[in-house]
Each structure stands twice: as C-alpha cells, then as structure tokens.
C-alpha cells in the first residue's frame, strides 16, 4: 500500500473511532496514593423518598460514557466539531508536530464553527515545549483601535455586544503564523490546506444553520454579511454545502505571500503571508470594509498590532502544575481557586455533595471577585500577581468560606498587602458595585430562569492537540461570531471583543486604545511530575474555568479517566461581574445541571445555605470542555469531547 493510500486509511479508521457506539471505561487510578483506589460512585440523582428523579435521556451503567474514551499512540487531536478535528488530524498524519495540528485547528475552526468563532476573532495560545521542558503563551487577543475610547459610547447603554464598533484588531492570523514560526515544523500552506478546502465548501450542519437563521435579522443590517450568510436569500438548510469564496480567496492570497517569499527561507516567507494582511492589500480592504460599516479601525491599528511569545502564570496543586495565559484573560483566577481548594479534603467530602458544591462554588466566588477588581492588560495597568497567588492571601482568602452559609455579596481583598513590595502609585482598589457599567441584577426568578444570559450564538470554542514526542497544544478562540459584520470582500467576519471592556474611569479593564481587553479565554496545560499531561480548553464565558476546574478535579482527585470526567454533571456559579452584555452581577446564582437538579435533597441542602439554585438546560451548562491527556508510563494519548455540544476527538 502506498503512502498516501495508508494515511487515507489511517484518518478514515481514526475518524470512525471517535464516533463508535458508546463504550464502558473505568476510572484511572489515583495518582497520588501507593495503592491505586477505586473511582467514588457517580453523583446521586435519587429524589426524596417516593420521588421520581431526573435521569439522562440515555441511562448508562456506572463508569460508562456515551462517547467512548479516545486513545493512541501517535497523536491526538480534540476540538469543537469534526471538521476541526479532522483539520488538525490531517497535519498530524502527515508528520507535523503538535503545534502544526493545533494550528490548522486554530485555521479550519473558524470557517465551520463561525457561530461560536471567526476569523477576525481572537485565539489565545498555550504550547508544552517537548525540547524545552516549558510553557509558553501567545498572546492571541487584538487590542482596541486607536480610535476607541469611552467617549466614543455612551456610558448609560455600554459598549455593544455586536456591530462594527465592537471590533478589536484580528489577531487569530498574526498568532497562528508566529506559533508555526516559531514552533511548528509545516509551512502555512500545508496547515491552511483544511480550511482553505472547506472555504470552498462543506456540508452545513443543524446546529450553524439554526444560528444564522436566529440572526438573519441582524445579518441582513449589513449587505456584506448577507451575501455570504444568506445565499439566494434565506439561510442553508441543513445538509446543503455552504461556500464562503471571499475566505477562500484571503487564504489563497495569503498562502500564495508565503510561496512567493519561500526563496527566503521558511520563518521569511511565513513573515510575509503575515504581512499580505496586516500590512498589505488584503488589510487594506479589510479596514475599508470595516469603516463602510461604521466601524473606526484603522491601517495603522492593523500595522502596530504584532502576537508575542509571553511567560504564563502557574501554580502548583500536589503533584500538578497548572498553567495559564496571564492576566489579561480569566486563567489566573482558576489557579487562584485551587490553591483554596487545596486546603481542603476534597475527596472525604464526596464528589457533587452539598458540602463539595458549597465549597467550590464559594472558592470561585472569592477568585472571580478579585478578577473584577484587579485584572487588566498588564501593559497598561500593574496586577498584583505575586499577591494574588501567594500562600499567605490565599489562606487569609479560604478563612472567609462559611461551610454552612452561601455569601451574596462581592467580596475582593487587598492581594497588595502580599505583593511583596510598596503598591504603585493610583494602584486601582476594588471597584464599587455599581458604576461603570456593572449592574447588581437581582436574582432571576423561576418563571424566568437564565434571564440575561448571553444567547448561545455569543460563544467559544475550543482546540487541543499532542504529539509522540510530548508536544502538547492549547487554544480558546471566540469572537467575531454570529451576528458578524463581514468587512469588504475580504470574506473576514469582525470581532465583538471590544465589549468586554468597562467604561468606569480608573478601573484596570477600563477601555483605551491600543489596549487588550481582559477576555474569558483561558486554554489550559497541566505538568504532572514535571511532565506533559493534559492540554485542556472549553466553551463558556466567564463559565470556562469553572468547567475546567471540575474536569481537572474529577480527573486528579476523583481517579477518572479523560471521558468520564468530561461528562460528569457540572455547576456554574452567575455570582460575578459577567464579561459580557451589561455586565450585571448576579448575586448567589447557582446552575445545577439536571442530573444534579433532580437529586432534591442536594438542592435542599444547598438552598439551606442561601444559594439561588437554578436548573440549567438538560446536558447544557453552556460548556463544552475537548481534552487531549497524556500517560507518563505508557505513552498513551487520550483524547475526551464533550457530548454536551457533539464535540470531537480523534487519536492515532
């Protein structure tokens, strides 16, 4: 069999794998005791005595999942819808490294998943250096035009969460070319060939073509939107193929400043693919497009606008190490959180029990507390990082979890006094709770739960790849989703990041030009005895990280393999200032999922302690995590996606 004939067989038996019948996995071991334990029963779901409870659509034995558990040797790849995952497959079984398949995830992904995110959207990065035994992050987040200020909104209404107006720099290609610059091994072209061959066309599915056809109203605000959107005039139906020829054109045009420089050598010609947008013709129109619309970014916004390789923040729980982008997303907040956590014996209160639940959710509502008062571009403001996750705030911090009583106010500290040097001059302090946009929302009440909850269209997805020499490769790209502006012809949807800004003066997060946003994206790599196992990401908004944390916990300290602890119920806290639409703070609010739900006496229980219990949607906590895990002994890959939201994973 020649070659090419066995990596078409290979891709085509991997892609059959990652959507067999459902399987039955068992639990891992535990890591950290001699004796390896069995995996604690799953979370009750048994109502009072006499009472029927919710159980899942499906029954399934314990230690069963309905997607099975992926594994391999060779690679592994898992991301938001199977197009994505088959992108960053390909790269894999045609011998590029990690970083190359997550990069021509990072390229493919937005022209399938373009509800949750597009091209002129954001992509922030984090690599495990097999080679290097490091972290790295990439930016991966555009800043504001220059343009921008808050002036140009009005402080009553806030910045909108859609429109031309809304839109940062682009900064997904910028990051993708310098990871492959960097630490890929493959050329643009060979990494955009997925998405360049899906731009031409691919089969739509239900859930794209449902968001377009809620957003056609919005959609057809813009001609440039309609025409690529709505072809003949009405949104594709399911199952018919859907061109988007001006995004082709761009990555052809792109591919084709890489070809034309290649007698320069690799890192040149990926400088000059980079350059045919951000500083050539493609730019150019792109700009025009976008103040046509009436949007304010400029050719200089694009040219000043450079990725960078930047240190990421850790912390250390037991035998992991944990690592985030910095301060200018949500990430540092989720370490926060473990180190409070780690004060407490997890495991002997129970998984999902009232006094587990109690406990996490109060140990993110003190975390995100200081996210909204400190967090911000730390080029444009100081961040008291070493404070923030030094031992001594976080215990002084864990003091304040009442065990029997849910706390509804917001309550940041002063990590300052742990900084370990005098504060800055106008070092922000904690904002108050109504100004600048950030709005004490009542509680939603029962006939209407979830009420200001961003619409679903508004989200993320997600990208993780690792390979046989320990690479390891995490993204969490979002913006620029349905309803987009497309600008001009360039086939390129514009971001909405802008309104993740305050407009409150003095606050870190406060809009101003050039500068980054503090964003939910938070792509996650964790180290176990200083070596690479997991690459881990989701959607969800402020939710990310609390998904990310239940995952990391099943799998650490309840001894679950990858599947089984992607599908465990899960909760979310609204008990922060959202990123998004508003900004309202939702005092105590707090979504069990159903199986959760149904269990009466747990909601009882935490009732009884003061929190705002909410149902939330059925297999729908509005996060979907894809992980990639690897074994230290074995060298075994596994791959987990969520069914929550048909993600997909696939190994070799």
Wanted: net charge neutral; aromatic share 8%.
């Amino acid at each position: 069999m020649c070659r090419q004939s066995r990596l078409v067989a290979a891709l085509w038996l991997a892609v059959a794998g990652a959507f067999m019948p459902t399987s039955r996995s068992h639990a891992q071991p535990m890591p950290e005791p001699a004796q390896p334990e069995p995996s604690p029963p799953a979370a009750s779901t048994a109502g009072p005595a006499g009472a029927p409870a919710l159980q899942p659509a499906v029954a399934l034995e314990e230690g069963e999942t309905f997607y099975p558990v992926v594994r391999g040797r060779r690679g592994a790849v898992a991301a938001g819808s199977p197009f994505t995952a088959q992108a960053g497959f390909r790269i894999l079984l045609a011998g590029g490294n990690a970083v190359d398949a997550g990069v021509a995830m990072l390229l493919a992904g937005p022209v399938t998943e373009f509800d949750m995110y597009g091209f002129g959207g954001e992509g922030p990065i984090l690599i495990y250096l097999a080679g290097r035994n490091k972290v790295i992050a990439l930016n991966g987040v555009g800043f504001a035009p220059q343009a921008a200020t808050p002036g140009l909104f009005d402080a009553a209404l806030g910045i909108p969460g859609e429109g031309p107006l809304s839109a940062v720099v682009p900064s997904v290609l910028d990051d993708a070319i310098l990871a492959l610059a960097r630490f890929g091994t493959r050329s643009f072209c060979e990494v955009s060939a997925p998405a360049r061959e899906l731009a031409e066309g691919f089969p739509i599915d239900e859930r794209v073509s449902r968001r377009i056809e809620a957003e056609a109203g919005a959609l057809r605000r813009w001609p440039s939107s309609e025409r690529v959107f709505l072809p003949s005039g009405r949104p594709p139906l399911p199952g018919e193929v859907f061109a988007q020829r001006d995004l082709a054109a761009t990555l052809r045009a792109v591919c084709g400043a890489e070809k034309k420089a290649a007698a320069k050598g690799r890192v040149a010609a990926l400088a000059a693919a980079r350059d045919a947008f951000y500083r050539g013709p493609l730019g150019r129109e792109f700009v025009r497009g976008a103040r046509e619309a009436g949007g304010v970014l400029s050719e200089a916004d694009l040219a000043a606008f450079a990725a960078r390789v930047e240190q990421p923040v850790s912390f250390a729980f037991g035998e992991y190490t944990l690592y985030k982008p910095g301060y200018w997303t949500q990430g540092p907040a989720f370490l926060h959180t473990l180190g409070i956590l780690s004060l407490f014996d997890l495991r002997g209160m129970g998984l999902n029990s009232a006094a587990y639940v109690h406990l996490v959710t109060e140990a993110m509502k003190l975390a995100y507390a200081d996210r909204d008062a400190y967090f911000g571009d730390p080029d444009f403001v100081r961040v008291p990082a070493r404070g923030y996750l030094s031992p001594d705030y976080i215990r002084e911090r864990a003091r304040l979890i009442d065990p029997d009583r849910a706390s509804l106010e917001r309550r940041p500290g002063d990590p300052w006094k742990y900084e370990g040097g005098p504060a800055a001059a106008g070092t922000p302090a904690p904002p108050p709770g109504e100004r600048g946009g950030i709005r004490r929302s009542p509680a939603p009440g029962g006939e209407n739960p979830g009420a200001g909850r961003r619409p679903r269209s508004h989200d993320t997805t997600s990208m993780e790849a690792a390979d046989a020499r320990g690479n390891l490769f995490s993204a969490t790209a979002s913006g620029a989703w349905l309803p987009s502006v497309i600008a001009g012809t360039t086939g390129i949807p514009m971001s909405e990041r802008l309104e993740s800004f305050l407009l409150e003066p003095g606050h870190p997060n406060v809009l101003a030009p050039r500068k980054r946003p503090r964003i939910t994206l938070t792509p996650t790599i964790v180290l176990k005895n200083g070596r690479p196992w997991m690459a881990i990401g989701t959607v969800g908004g402020d939710y990310q990280d609390q998904a990310i944390l239940q995952v990391f916990l099943d799998l650490a300290v309840f001894g679950m393999n990858v599947q089984q602890a992607i599908e465990t119920p899960r909760f979310t806290t609204d008990h922060l200032v959202d990123s998004f639409a508003g900004h309202p703070f939702r005092p105590g609010v707090l979504h069990l999922e159903p199986r959760l739900y149904g269990d009466r006496r747990l909601v009882r229980a935490l009732e009884n302690k003061g929190h705002v219990i909410q149902p939330a949607a059925t297999w729908d906590t509005g996060t979907a995590p894809t992980a990639v895990l690897v074994n230290a002994g074995t060298r075994v890959i596994e791959a987990g996606a969520d069914p929550r939201r048909h993600r997909a994973a696939m190994a070799w």
